[in-house]
């Protein structure tokens, strides 16, 4: 409870309650925005006559007899058959996530155990390789990719990405690994399991809130990816961020910048699902890496 | 742990950056000294009885064909792809050096040379972004901190927004907005009173858009941090504080900011690190006319019909050298905390 001397006066309060607004709007008012627009035709969407025609719908009202329309979406899902990228998205982002999860949890928990000094090593190159735009090393993927034939399919893009994810999945995971007390799994090994025994018994009932939230920043990796995907994927298995990215390069004839704005809003929607549910574990991995230095 | 069940539980994660981080970074430094092969000329003579001889050059498509076959690398040339008019562009600078008068003419030269353009826009884009984010995160973290419990939790679903969305999206959704028949874009014609206005038309106008896309995006980062850093804020040193007659803006210089400083360097080392690679508003707000990242030439260079994989080489290396130089403080912190151990 503040006391009365951290009570703020009147002017500051309406002065901070002023600036959180200005911020909400900023944060949300787009996405509001570009939602309910993506019902209009693009004469709305983007009014040339008079800004409010893009609240009412005034052009739509004219090509459909009603303010709003789903034609956009018809377009993009059904015209430019965007559920095959949708999907391949949500291929890719299962198997990243499951691989990437897999074989961090059994690096991250040695790297938590062991105390030599290789360990150090170890995470100083995951965090240099955290720290180079993925995009600096698609130009070695493509020669080799072209000569054994894998360029342009699914299996190749998610085993990129899982490697691309494994230095912050090793980092969140072995930092997550340290706040489980090590007695744990030692007073384990003590009534003679081996190490992995330990870890299968005793460590893994315990560890799923950090992989879940680990989880969680390996799947918006995955789905967020742009310059990896647009290069690794040949047209027919385009995951959603470059077939947006595709939708743009067709010439902005009338309906296609609609299209774009159908697939943008299909894209954002899990997005905003997901925070909605697990806005917790999101808070958590974000500070945690912080809390660790 | 002993040696062994280490190396057997870090063996899959351990491969797998190896071959996928470690081996391609030694491929590209590699492939950047290469260059594609040039093609194999031949010339023929053509003689036909009484107009004469006549010599031809042209493609030998076999000869190319076979040479770039058995050497997919391409020939090797050294230093010079780095040396050249795309990238550190030697010469040309050397050209401007001796050619401008004054500072501000070579300057102008050096943004001709696309690698220094895009040099330009990414560190100008790194240090004002990273910087104008924490101040706007930690004015909303306070801001939201004095706020009541019920609206907090939507006020960081709300924020966490622009943060989560794939960039390549939050910034098509804002360039919609700002496109002079967008929202915003119609409401700065008005205000500019000039009906041809449009942030796309100058170069400064695309560069401010870009760092408001910026801070946008990776303000909320700053802002749930700095919101859970002020949760464990001690109390009693703010009450004691107050007892000593601090205002309320000493307060939050005094004990509020040198409690969160260690978040404030590590949201700093992430964001410079992240905001270096600034590639996707590039894309999205197509602003490539005005301002390129050193992440967009490589892009650019690897997509399209011809894939000039040296090029695109030869800048990826640049751009790990610059990820090295912002990342050597943090080395040295870690080293640091390592030792200290």
Known sequence: MASKAQRMPLGLRILTYGFVFVWFILAAFPFFWTFWGSFKVELDFFSIADWTNALTGERTKAAYDSAF???????????????????????????????????????????????????????????????MPPITLVAGYLLPFFEWNVWGILPTTIIVLVAINQPFTLWMLHSFFQNIPKELDESAKVDGCTQFQAFRHVIVPVMWPGVITTGLFSFLLAYNDFAVTAMLLSESNRTMVPAIAAFLGTTYTEGNVMFAVAAVVSATAPLFILVMFFQRQIVSGLTAGAVKG | MKHRTFFWFFLPTGLAMLLFIALPIVSVVIQSVYAPHEAVLKTVENCT?????????????????????????????????????????????????????????????????????????????????????????????????????????????????????????????????????????????????????????????????????????????????????????????????????????????????????????????????????????????????????????????LGGETRQLSAASATSVLTIIGVAILLSPVLVRTWRDFKGK
């Open chain 2, 49 to 301: 009885p009484l107009v004469g001889c006549t010599t031809e050059t042209t493609i030998d498509q076999d000869a190319t064909r076979d040479i770039r076959e058995a050497q997919p690398l391409g020939r090797f040339v050294g230093l010079d792809i780095y040396l050249d008019r795309g990238h550190l562009a030697v010469t040309e600078v050397g050209e401007a050096w001796a050619a401008s008068a004054s500072m501000g003419g070579f300057i102008d030269r050096l943004f001709n040379l696309p690698l220094y353009r895009a040099l330009a826009f990414t560190l100008t884009f790194t240090f004002i972004v990273t910087p104008l984010l924490i101040v706007f995160g930690l004015m909303i973290a306070l801001a939201v901190n004095s706020l009541h419990s019920r609206l907090k939790g939507l006020m960081i679903f709300f924020s966490l927004l622009p943060m989560i969305v794939t960039p390549l999206i939050g910034s098509l959704i804002l360039f919609w907005m700002v496109d002079s028949r967008g929202v915003i874009g119609s409401a700065l014609v008005a205000l500019a009173g000039d009906p041809d206005f449009s942030m796309k038309a100058s170069t400064g106008l695309t560069w401010i858009m870009l760092i408001v896309y910026g801070v946008w995006h990776s303000a909320p980062f700053a802002f749930v941090v700095f919101y859970a850093g002020l949760q464990t804020l001690p109390q009693d040193q703010i009450e004691a504080a107050q007892i000593d007659g601090a205002t309320r803006w000493q307060q939050i210089k005094y004990v509020v900011v040198p409690h969160l400083m260690p978040l404030v360097t590590f949201v700093a080392l992430i964001q410079l690190m992240d905001n270096f690679r600034v590639f996707e508003p590039v894309v999205g707000f197509n602003a490539s006319a005005h301002a390129t990242s050193l992440s967009w030439i490589i892009f650019n260079d």
């Open chain 1, 69 to 131: 329309t789903g034609a956009a979406y018809h377009g993009a899902w059904v015209q430019e058959e965007f559920w095959r990228n949708v999907i391949n998205t949500f291929i890719v982002c299962f198997f990243v996530v499951c691989t990437s999860l897999t074989i961090g949890t059994l690096g991250g928990y040695a790297l938590s155990r062991s105390s030599f000094r290789y360990t150090f090593w170890l995470l100083i190159t995951a965090l240099i390789f955290r720290a």
